[in-house]
Antibody, heavy 116, light 109 residues
Framework: EVQLVQSGAEVKKPGESLKISCKGS????????IGWVRQMPGKGLEWMGI????????RYSPSFQGQVTISADKSISTAYLQWSSLKASDTAMYYC?????????WGQGTMVTVSS | DIQMTQSPSSLSASVGDRVTITCRAS??????LAWYQQKPGKVPKLLIY???TLQSGVPSRFSGSGSGTDFTLTISSLQPEDVATYYC???????????FGQGTKVEIK
């Protein structure tokens, strides 16, 4: 079965760092892009960026460039989304999704809560 | 940046009605357009890609059309299980971005 399994919910304080993960299985991890999508509470979907694990080619939405870092470790079929200094406004659900073109397989989501 | 604009932002229709949602790109994107369905509290699901190709397993009452800048998602006969928010997405056309529309919330009247 093709699936993406994300790491569990996180509760962090402002200023802390965080790295969440997305592990792919059931397909060739290096042959598809992995994208990251933010959904703030009660709001729509926002594309953050995308990585091609085969060569680590990474693209960012202008809205998120410099705010987050996307990476991947193809040896363990895992993509990552990380923050160096979280803000309260980073509170959201974060999804990873597989892409050949559109996002056909989605992870279950990781809820990140940033609160003092 | 190419912007994706959906209309309406919400609609209410009766079971069995034909429902149409539109998505407009600020520049031409050929047919690099997908539609997603997100039910409350659930993960988004791909319905249509390449503007008009139905993803495997998606009911045939869903259809997509359009090319260039104007696109449409149609539900031919609205069912109670179609209550959801629908998003369009431009993907991987120059520039290589995967931008979503703001969403259209569909409810039953």
């Amino acid at each position: 079965e093709v699936q993406l399994v994300q790491s569990g919910a996180e509760v962090k304080k402002p200023g802390e760092s965080l790295k969440i993960s997305c592990k792919g299985s059931g397909y060739s991890f290096t042959s598809y892009w992995i994208g990251w999508v933010r959904q703030m509470p009660g709001k729509g979907l926002e594309w953050m960026g995308i990585i091609y694990p085969g060569d680590s080619d990474t693209r960012y939405s202008p809205s998120f460039q410099g705010q987050v870092t996307i990476s991947a470790d193809k040896s363990i079929s895992t993509a990552y989304l990380q923050w160096s200094s979280l803000k309260a406004s980073d509170t959201a659900m974060y999804y990873c999704a597989r892409s050949l073109d559109a996002f056909d397989i989605w992870g279950q989501g990781t809820m990140v809560t940033v609160s003092s | 940046d190419i912007q994706m604009t959906q209309s309406p932002s919400s609609l209410s229709a009766s079971v069995g009605d034909r429902v149409t949602i539109t998505c407009r790109a600020s520049q031409g994107i050929s047919n690099y357009l997908a539609w997603y369905q997100q039910k409350p509290g659930k993960v988004p699901k791909l319905l249509i890609y390449a503007a008009s190709t139905l993803q495997s397993g998606v009911p045939s009452r869903f259809s997509g059309s359009g090319s260039g800048t104007d696109f449409t998602l149609t539900i031919s006969s609205l069912q109670p299980e179609d209550v959801a928010t629908y998003y369009c997405q431009k993907y991987n056309s120059a520039p290589p971005t995967w931008t979503f529309g703001q969403g259209t919330k569909v409810e039953i009247k």
